[in-house]
């Protein structure tokens, strides 16, 4: 079984920063593809940013320059740095990972939103 714990979340002003973290424990290794998504009450679940088992990373349209998204595979860990944060970034961020990291793989995993494994989440308030 494969467990995932964000943290990091909290409440900035427009243009500030965070960073997220995901722990990732149990039966995971860096070959995993491992994502970023972001929820709001009413609203369906949209992917932010997704690393493949190669590294290679892909972003939302309204994301791309002022996130990144970083993995270290020998902590099991995935992270999300957040500049310039906007009051459209508000929301619950969720870390995802499945087994399937190709790169075609995980990018429709991450589309379609169905990675097997999920945290809990954390929440992000960006304030105009």
């Known amino acids: 079984q494969v467990q995932l714990l964000e943290s990091g979340g909290g409440s900035v002003q427009t243009g500030g920063s965070l960073k997220l973290s995901c722990v990732a424990s149990?039966?995971?290794?860096?070959?995993?593809?491992m994502s970023w998504f972001r929820e709001n009450d009413g609203e369906e679940r949209v992917g932010v940013a997704a690393?493949?088992?190669?590294?290679?990373?892909t972003y939302a349209e309204s994301v791309k320059g002022r996130f990144v998204i970083s993995r270290d595979g020998k902590k099991n860990t995935l992270s999300l740095q957040m500049n310039n944060l906007e009051p459209a970034d508000t929301g619950t961020y969720y870390c995802?990972?499945?087994?399937?990291?190709?790169?075609?793989?995980?990018?429709?995993?991450?589309?379609?939103?169905?990675?097997?494994?999920w945290g809990q989440g954390t929440q992000v308030t960006v304030s105009s």
């Open positions: 149990g039966f995971i290794d860096s070959s995993y593809c």
């Open positions: 690393v493949d088992r190669d590294g290679r990373q």
């Open positions: 995802a990972a499945d087994a399937r990291g190709r790169g075609d793989d995980c990018n429709a995993l991450a589309q379609a939103r169905t990675l097997r494994h």
